[in-house]
């Protein structure tokens, strides 16, 4: 994602129902629509594609597009009673993955991922990626390369891996371009419990050095009206300053369990899936995250996803009410301040008995996800999408 790229595990498993129908080869079409509470609107594309190669080897494709704001408009004039639209712009990233810099009228955001992956006589799995994503002022490379090895029957499978973002970034109070260079480092351990549950662990560390703001807002210091502060050369107001590095560690635990009968009947054939993150930096923001899904088969050929997610963080501590131009860093940006994000979602996926050819696709599944997201700081947003599932 453009700005700030947030550390996640990306050793999470995905464990729900055992979707038979859907093949080892597939075409995913995927699109959203984004709606914050100011007038900002994201407008999102994905195509995915996965094929076996070989019984040891899998490649994949992805392509990602994101139409922010695509009408050219900046959203309402009025702010809103507890945010404004600088908030509402900054959590484009939380909400959307898009980017959070969008400070000034429409940006579109592209995105493509290739990798391979091959297994290694059972031996060990190795998974490589590459990510390149570009918008008109921040660009990213990243580079990816994952390591599994299951043991004990296959019960148990650990994971390692390592990726570098190399970013340029070009905001748009910034005079010149400046880079930004983060390295991650992951490892996850799952273990099968029983045949019907999963646990998950993990853990993963970034540092990231260089130029650590967006260079997409200013800074009101020494009783500047922040309302005011709309260029570099209005007196009082000043670029966001943030330290040269920021250390980041989370620490995540899951588990997934798939009912046969249970609660006269209420939980045939379903599964749970609860996970929780604490995350820490060495900019003092702290955070915990909760998150609960529930998958049902409504019919042979409907499921049914709930999922509800809860955030809190701390905010970070050189984070004030109001600067002075003296102070060493200084900050206008929500992402860094104290709130609380709620997330609550609905998906439908229906399988088809027959699938329908297309071109020489099948088209597997049709999905359906409606979400609604808010936050503390007076934000919040619809989403929805649609998608199709293909195999070949």
């Not at 031996?123 to 918008?135: F, G, L, T």
């Not at 609905?346 to 996800?369: F, H, Q, R």
């Not at 919040?380 to 070949?392: K, P, T």
């Amino acid at each position: 994602m453009g700005a700030i790229k947030r550390l996640i595990l990306t050793s999470a498993i995905f464990f729900a129902l055992p979707l038979s129908a859907l093949a080892e080869d597939y075409a995913a079409v995927q699109g959203y629509m984004h709606s914050f509470n100011n007038g900002v609107s994201v407008y999102s594309g994905v195509f995915s594609l996965n094929k076996d190669v070989s019984l040891n080897t899998t490649i994949s494709l992805k392509y990602a597009i994101d139409l922010i704001n695509p009408d050219g408009e900046d959203g309402d004039d009025e702010d809103d009673e507890e945010g404004n639209e600088s908030d509402s712009l900054s959590s484009v990233a939380a909400v959307s993955g898009a980017s959070s810099a969008v400070n000034a009228g429409s940006d579109t955001r592209h995105a493509f991922t290739i990798g391979a992956a091959h297994n290694f006589d059972n031996v060990i799995a190795v998974e490589a990626y590459y990510d390149y994503s570009h918008e008109k002022d921040y660009s990213s490379s990243t580079p990816t390369l994952t390591l599994k090895k299951e043991l004990f029957e296959k019960n148990t499978t650990l994971t390692a891996g390592y990726s570098r973002n190399s970013d340029t970034i070009d905001g748009i109070f910034m005079p010149n371009e400046e880079d930004r260079t983060t390295d991650n480092f992951f490892f996850g351990l799952t273990q099968v419990l029983s045949p019907v549950t999963v646990a998950q662990f993990g853990y993963s560390h970034s540092r990231a050095t260089g130029h650590l703001s967006e260079g997409i807002r200013l800074v009101a210091v020494d009783g500047t009206d922040a309302a005011t502060c709309t260029d570099l050369t209005i007196a009082g107001c000043i670029a966001e300053a943030f330290p040269s590095e920021r250390k980041r560690n989370a620490y995540l635990a899951g588990v997934n369990h798939y009912f046969t009968e249970g609660l006269g009947g209420l939980l045939n054939r379903s599964a749970v899936k609860l996970t929780v993150r604490y995350y820490d930096d060495s900019w003092d923001v702290n955070s915990w995250m909760g998150e609960a899904e529930f998958y049902k088969y409504l019919d042979e050929d409907l499921i049914m996803r709930l999922n509800y997610r809860y955030y809190t963080q701390s905010a970070a501590f050189f984070v004030k009410d109001a600067y002075v131009s003296g102070d060493q860093f200084k900050s206008s940006s929500p992402q860094i301040e104290e709130k609380d994000t709620n997330l609550f979602g609905l998906k439908l996926i229906y399988l088809l008995d027959n699938p329908a050819n297309v071109w020489k696709l099948a088209v597997n599944s049709l999905e359906g996800k409606y979400e609604y997201y808010t936050e503390s700081i007076g934000v919040d947003a619809h989403i929805l999408m649609g998608g199709l599932r293909f195999s070949f």
